[in-house]
């Protein structure tokens, strides 16, 4: 049975987790033997002078090791650096032969900043310890043994404030993240949740209605009939089509990548011009849309167009169910600035005026303002409308009947 290869990437990064792990231990072996070198070799021939330099530069040996093992690397540096002190013959041996305990400091601030909280106050505690023990056994005088003990408390405190602001700035960033991810999955919810409602509330609504009709006259006026059901087939068919789409778009991590190349699966969303369209299903529903364009037509951004389709569609769907009248206008006016839509039937509608304005004034979208339409409709036209930073207005028309109209700004490449 033939196995397939892994991918590039998993391939790249086990490559590169393996170089990770010899660096490690090379600089862990490499380390130890390049102190032991100073202090018996190099160190000895030149007095000593080269000693605490070299030492200081071999610490960048440990850089791979204390980034994917910081505790064992402290482990091992630790009782090094005390053992290299505790060789150095007494009359070489001076207060600056301490800086040693630098690496195990740095060390110390990595584990504090990188591992549990636990590890790092018990990896605090042991190296203050034993610095403490190595100053008081090899310091040369009372005033130095003190100075000794100030300079290595104030490096073990000072590595360890450190390894805790990287700790909470990582912590902070992680939580940043995490609202950021929580905040785009609601709006993603949210913009299905008005897709889903504004597809499925309008075809459901026109299928109900055909299929009352179709009930009524399938004896007496067979053609009829035949003609309500024609018009129940293509609109859940084309509902169907959306719906799968939908649902496509929220497994598509998951989505097998020949399906997702359909063309049925990737149709564009709808437009402005799909309005003609959505005329000629409203009127088989038994209401006249009339569509007036005021203005220069020309292409705008998607999510405006979408906007734009998704609340007249709403609204008119409003007048099929609700207005009980034969017809409705929509008039839509290309400003330079703006579009706005206006959707106004004669029949009978809600009372009361409901407004949304855009995010910046001081209307609250969900205030008392907001009393018309208890269902999701002109919900979803204002979250759709206040998205945009438009204004939405829903109410009883002075000359009788409802008049929905909606502002939306255009960007300034658009206008």
């Known amino acids: 049975m033939d196995i397939a290869a892994?991918?590039?990437?998993?391939?790249?990064?086990?490559?590169?987790?393996?170089?990770?792990?010899v660096s490690t231990w090379l600089g862990l072996?490499?380390?130890?033997?390049?102190?032991?070198?100073?202090?018996?070799?190099?160190?000895?021939?030149?007095?000593?002078?080269?000693?605490?330099?070299?030492?200081?530069?071999?610490?960048?040996?440990?850089?791979?090791?204390a980034r994917r093992r910081p505790v064992l690397t402290l482990g091992v540096t630790l009782p090094l650096v005390c053992l290299?002190?505790?060789?150095?013959?007494?009359?070489?041996?001076?207060?600056?032969?301490?800086?040693?305990?630098?690496?195990?400091?740095?060390?110390?601030?990595?584990?504090v900043g990188r591992c549990r909280r636990s590890t790092g106050?018990?990896?605090?505690?042991?190296?203050?310890?034993?610095?403490?023990?190595?100053?008081?056994?090899?310091?040369?005088?009372?005033?130095?043994?003190?100075?000794?003990?100030?300079?290595?408390?104030?490096?073990?405190?000072?590595?360890?404030?450190?390894?805790?602001?990287?700790?909470?700035?990582?912590?902070?960033?992680?939580?940043?993240?995490?609202?950021?991810?929580?905040?785009?999955?609601?709006?993603?919810?949210?913009?299905?949740?008005?897709e889903l409602h504004d597809m499925v509330a309008h075809s459901i609504g026109i299928i109900a209605i055909q299929a009352g009709m179709g009930s009524?006259?399938?004896?007496?006026?067979?053609?009829?009939?035949?003609?309500?059901?024609?018009?129940?087939?293509?609109?859940?068919?084309?509902?169907?089509?959306?719906?799968?789409?939908?649902?496509?778009?929220?497994?598509?991590?998951?989505?097998?990548?020949?399906?997702?190349s359909s063309p049925e699966l990737n149709a564009p969303a709808p437009c402005l011009a799909d309005l003609d369209r959505l005329a000629e299903v409203t009127a088989a529903a038994g209401v006249r849309v009339t569509l007036q364009r005021v203005g220069e037509e020309r292409p705008l951004p998607p999510d405006i167009e979408l906007s734009a389709y998704r609340?007249?569609?709403?609204?008119?769907?409003?007048?099929?169910?609700?207005?009980?009248?034969?017809?409705?206008?929509?008039?839509?006016?290309?400003?330079?600035?703006?579009?706005?839509?206006?959707?106004?039937?004669?029949?009978?509608?809600?009372?009361?005026?409901?407004t949304v304005n855009g995010p910046h004034s001081p209307t609250s979208p969900n205030g008392p303002s907001s009393g018309v339409g208890a269902g999701f409709g002109i919900t979803g036209m204002r979250e759709r409308t206040a998205l945009l930073g438009g204004t939405l207005t829903a109410g009883p028309h002075s000359g009788g009947g409802f008049q929905v109209t909606a502002r939306l700004p255009l960007p300034v490449d658009a206008a």
């Open 6 to 21: 892994p991918p590039p990437r998993a391939e790249s990064t086990a490559r590169s987790r393996r170089r990770g792990q």
């Open 29 to 65: 072996v490499a380390y130890p033997l390049t102190l032991l070198t100073l202090l018996f070799g190099i160190a000895a021939h030149a007095e000593g002078g080269v000693l605490l330099p070299g030492a200081l530069l071999a610490m960048f040996l440990l850089v791979p090791a």
């Open 84 to 111: 290299m002190i505790a060789a150095i013959p007494g009359r070489d041996r001076s207060p600056l032969m301490f800086l040693l305990f630098v690496v195990p400091d740095i060390l110390l601030g990595v584990i």
């Open 121 to 194: 106050v018990w990896a605090a505690v042991v190296s203050l310890v034993a610095q403490m023990l190595m100053v008081a056994g090899f310091s040369q005088g009372p005033d130095a043994l003190i100075s000794t003990e100030v300079l290595v408390t104030l490096g073990i405190a000072t590595a360890y404030t450190m390894g805790l602001l990287a700790r909470e700035r990582r912590e902070h960033a992680e939580a940043t993240r995490a609202q950021a991810v929580a905040e785009a999955v609601t709006a993603e919810r949210l913009r299905i949740a008005r």
């Open 216 to 260: 009524r006259v399938v004896h007496t006026q067979p053609a009829e009939a035949q003609a309500a059901l024609s018009t129940i087939e293509t609109t859940s068919r084309e509902t169907l089509s959306g719906l799968r789409r939908t649902l496509v778009a929220l497994r598509r991590s998951d989505a097998d990548p020949a399906a997702m």
């Open 311 to 354: 609340i007249v569609q709403e609204a008119v769907t409003n007048v099929v169910r609700h207005a009980g009248t034969p017809s409705c206008t929509v008039d839509i006016a290309y400003g330079a600035q703006d579009l706005t839509l206006t959707i106004l039937d004669s029949g009978r509608g809600p009372t009361g005026v409901g």
